[in-house]
T-cell receptor, first 114, second 110 residues
């Protein structure tokens, strides 16, 4: 089975712009979660989608949003970028998203905001 | 607040030495707990989980409910074990919301 894929792998943006990141889960997986990884804050949960519905959201401002499509692919969007949004954004997928399942992570999208 | 604490940022050992990476969690019921590992230039991947009670790559972890700990151990470290290790647990609210510890970098020297 192909693993979780994320595009693009690297992105450079300037403050005030917006960005869209994409995640394709493992085939058959219906739950997709997003995490932000920074040296200072570590790995922080952004949100989780299952069957096109957001089921859980972390403590991030409304500038961070996401969606999931009927084929389980997911996108996250960050509007009005700030310098502090520079991070590695990881997505992870699992079959049903029960919390006790193993999550399989993608390679991440590294976002640099200048 | 639900927390996962990894007190050591860096653990440096010599090849063949025993390793223990510490993880403590805030108590909330009977948790599932995970250890994830991130090797250099590789993606984050599951190393082991409490519920399966497996030994992966020689690593084991025992849940101690009294001490709310889930320390990761290996009797003889290898150079290829050098990586970032993250302890994690699901948020009690359910679904795939993992709470991660800050991570411990394990450096195994020859």
């Amino acid at each position: 089975k192909a693993g979780v894929t994320q595009t693009p792998r690297y992105l450079i943006k300037t403050r005030g712009q917006q960005v869209t990141l994409s995640c394709s889960p493992i085939s058959g997986h219906r739950s997709v979660s997003w995490y932000q990884q920074t040296p200072g804050q570590g790995l922080q949960f952004l949100f989780e989608y299952f069957s096109e519905t957001q089921r859980n959201k972390g403590n991030f401002p409304g500038r961070f949003s996401g969606r999931q499509f009927s084929n389980s692919r997911s996108e996250m969007n960050v509007s009005t970028l700030e310098l502090g949004d520079s991070a590695l954004y990881l997505c992870a997928s699992s079959l049903r998203g029960t919390g006790e399942e193993t999550q399989y992570f993608g390679p991440g999208t590294r976002l640099l905001v200048l | 607040a639900q927390r996962v604490t990894q007190p050591e940022k860096l653990l440096s050992v010599f090849k063949g030495a025993p390793v223990e990476l510490k993880c403590n969690y805030s108590y909330s019921g009977s948790p599932e707990l995970f250890w994830y590992v991130q090797y250099s230039r590789q993606r984050l991947q599951l190393l082991l989980r409490h519920i399966s009670r497996e030994s992966i790559k020689g690593f084991t972890a025992d849940l101690n409910k009294g001490e709310t700990s889930f320390h990761l151990k290996k009797p003889f470290a290898q150079e290829e074990d050098s990586a970032m290790y993250y302890c994690a647990r699901p948020h009690p609210g359910g679904y795939n919301k993992l709470i991660f510890g800050a991570g411990t970098r394990l450096a195994v020297h020859p």
